[in-house]
């Protein structure tokens, strides 16, 4: 069982992989099928014994024998025929299909290491059990006592991997992202601009938006660039961040945020967005900047700090995500209420990864919340546990695929990974608007547990055209496979993967373009933000 679990894992999966992080995958694949394997054993030797099945001792000797051969056999064979398995998801998502040979013949030996590690932390958990059950048969009945033995050595291994080790992890890694935080990316400086939390005229220090705000704010389109791109007079964008180290607490920091819109003048732009952020505040300029070349400058972009942790650690704790996203938005929206209605700038929402689980959050669990609380709404790659992306793929119309489903004949929202994926349906596109960006190949949008039990829908017929045909879906083995490529989700040409290039360029386009702005403006600025 371990071996063929080995072999199972070598199959094709969403992205390619490197040798190590096979090797990695293999491993862990491979002790889960040991696991199964003795299970099967355990339950079906006493039955085979008591039916007097049990072969003699040398035919048991040349079946194993046997057995091992075959198993060896097939990992040598399978580890071979995967390199043109992995070319194919190479060709995929547009890579070369070449692999090292020398590197991936590693995979094995990094598998057997891996799992001989496992194995034998399971079997030292293991006589940790049987030696608090002998102690306890002293006293009890032997059921009792394995009883007591399993439940005692559980509640320690558990207690010992959430309350020590766990921790003491999180807190070295947040050590380390606090020191990071606290950096300021070369060529980024502190503005002068009033637009601009950060500046000297700002109530959010330069110095507490954290290196991801100071980044926001470095990089915010400058109003010369724009005329210079649309021809016509601009104006400075505003932007306006607030970090961890901006206010004390989280309310203090979304009234900070609104403060500082007020004094930019934020509130009387044309278009105003509030960004959710990753795990260490970071904000794609790709989805930022199309917005101030659009509206000539007249916009503004808020955003607010929750986490100095990178977001494969912030998922661990969600609730700090929505509940930041859901701070921000409502001290925006409660202000933005109290304007005169003819006067009110658009107001949109956008988030990327767990910045869109943020303010999906933000905006609360109806479908309907997408339109009926703000005048637009984009989110790239959402994860397995946005709300709002779940109710409206759960309740796709009858005939969609998972990956570019149809919700309420796409009047509202709708989904897509290339450009042309916004005529689909082929209906009326009403307003307000919400985009969902996300990749055939992400694997940021399609892990979750459930995958090790159940199949996708995603990976029936017709598949997204960066799904490798061959790729098939085991119980365990895929969910470990879909975990492994989270890993290299951004390793891979843009257009596939976790990466998403100009697509929000596009995407904000089709919510919130202003009356002039044309097909061959949003490609055209396209370019310019990827050059």
Not at 11 to 16: E, F, H, N, R, Y
Not at 265 to 277: D, E, H, N, S
């Amino acid at each position: 069982m371990a071996a063929a679990f080995y072999c199972l894992s070598l199959t094709p999966s969403l992205l390619p992989r490197a040798w190590w992080l096979q090797g990695i995958a293999a491993g862990v694949t491979a002790v889960l099928g040991y696991a199964v394997g003795a299970i099967l054993q355990a339950t079906t030797q006493g039955m085979v014994r008591r039916a007097g099945l049990l072969p003699s001792s040398g035919r048991r000797r040349w079946t194993q024998r046997v057995l091992a051969a075959l198993a060896v056999g097939a990992v040598v064979v399978m580890t071979a025929w995967s390199v043109r398995w992995q070319g194919d998801v190479r060709r995929a998502v547009s890579m070369t299909p070449e692999v090292v040979w020398w590197q991936w013949a590693l995979v094995p030996l990094v598998a057997a290491l891996l799992a001989l590690l496992l194995l034998g932390a399971a079997r030292t958990v293991r006589l940790a059990t049987r030696v608090v059950a002998n102690a306890a048969g002293v006293h009890v009945p032997r059921p009792a006592a394995y009883a007591i033995g399993i439940t005692l050595v559980a509640l320690v291994g558990i207690g010992f991997a959430q309350g020590f080790l766990l921790n003491r992890v999180l807190g070295i890694v947040e050590s380390a992202a606090s020191l990071t935080d606290q950096g300021t990316t070369e060529g980024i400086v502190q503005p002068d601009l009033s637009t601009l939390s950060g500046s000297p005229h700002s109530a959010a220090a330069w110095d507490t938006l954290g290196a991801k705000g100071r980044d926001f704010i470095g990089e915010a389109a400058r109003r010369a660039d724009i005329e210079a791109f649309t021809g016509r007079s601009a104006k400075d964008p505003v932007r306006v961040y607030v970090g961890l180290r901006s206010a004390d607490t989280l309310q203090e920091r979304a009234d900070l945020a609104v403060r500082e819109l007020e004094r930019t003048g934020g509130f009387a732009r044309k278009v105003l967005a509030v960004m959710g952020t990753t795990g260490t505040g970071w904000i794609n300029e790709q989805g930022s900047k199309p917005l101030e070349y659009m509206w000539g400058g007249d916009s503004a972009l808020v955003a607010m700090q929750y986490s100095y942790l990178p977001s494969w650690v912030s998922a661990l704790t969600e609730d700090e995500a929505a509940d930041a996203g859901a701070a921000l938005f409502d001290a925006v929206h409660d202000k933005w209420l109290t304007l005169p209605e003819e006067s009110r700038p658009q107001l949109l929402v956008y988030g990327e990864s767990l910045g869109s689980y943020a303010m999906e959050n933000a905006l609360g669990g109806s479908p309907a919340a997408l339109t009926s609380k703000v005048d637009g709404a984009l989110f790239v790659g959402p994860t397995y546990s946005n709300p709002l992306w779940n109710r409206v793929t759960d309740d796709r119309q009858p005939g969609s695929p998972q990956w570019r489903p149809v919700f309420d004949d796409g009047v509202s929202v709708r989904f897509a990974q290339v450009p042309a994926d916004y005529a689909v349906p082929d209906t009326r596109w009403g307003r307000p608007r919400a985009v969902y960006l996300q990749n055939g190949s992400d694997p940021v949008v399609w892990w979750s547990p459930g995958l090790g039990f159940h199949e996708p829908d995603w990976l029936h017929t017709p598949r997204a055209r960066d799904v490798s045909p061959a790729m098939r879906w085991y119980p365990l083995v895929t969910f470990w496979q879909v975990a492994c490529d989270l890993a290299g989700a951004a390793e891979v040409p843009e257009g596939y993967g976790h990466r998403y290039g100009a697509m929000p360029t596009s995407a904000w386009a089709e919510i919130t373009g202003p009356p002039d702005w044309t097909e061959a403006d949003s490609d055209r600025l396209a370019r310019r933000l990827t050059s």
